[in-house]
């Protein structure tokens, strides 16, 4: 049974930083495709960054510079790393993670966490 639980979202004023994390059972951080997506009322999810089994990342432009995806395998926690926070970075942001790398289709979703700016 896999599980993904997000945690460390919250109230930051603009130009500050949150760090996100996501910790995961049931599934292997290491050797998996993850990703972090934000989703505002009405609106379409939307990817933000992404980071495959070697480590190599890709991001959004609106965050590219400022939002860092890493990973930590032993603890098998996904992190977002989040700074020069924008007002429009307020949305609800989940993990996501995929069986097979690079394909359109996440498979397993976290509850999400809030971060508001």
């Known amino acids: 049974h896999v599980q993904l639980v997000e945690s460390g979202g919250g109230l930051v004023q603009a130009g500050g930083s949150l760090s996100l994390s996501c910790a995961a059972s049931?599934?292997?951080?290491?050797?998996?495709?993850m990703a972090w997506f934000r989703q505002l009322p009405g609106k379409e999810r939307e990817g933000v960054a992404r980071?495959?089994?070697?480590?190599?990342?890709r991001y959004i432009d609106s965050v590219n510079g400022r939002f860092t995806i890493s990973k930590d395998n032993p603890k098998n926690t996904l992190y977002l790393q989040m700074n020069s926070l924008e007002p429009e970075d307020t949305a609800m942001y989940y993990c996501?993670?995929?069986?097979?790398?690079?394909?359109?289709?996440?498979?397993?979703w976290g509850r999400g966490t809030q971060v508001t700016v």
């Open positions: 996501a993670a995929q069986t097979v790398c690079y394909s359109d289709h996440w498979q397993y």
């Open positions: 980071i495959d089994f070697t480590g190599r990342t």
């Open positions: 049931g599934y292997s951080v290491s050797t998996n495709c």
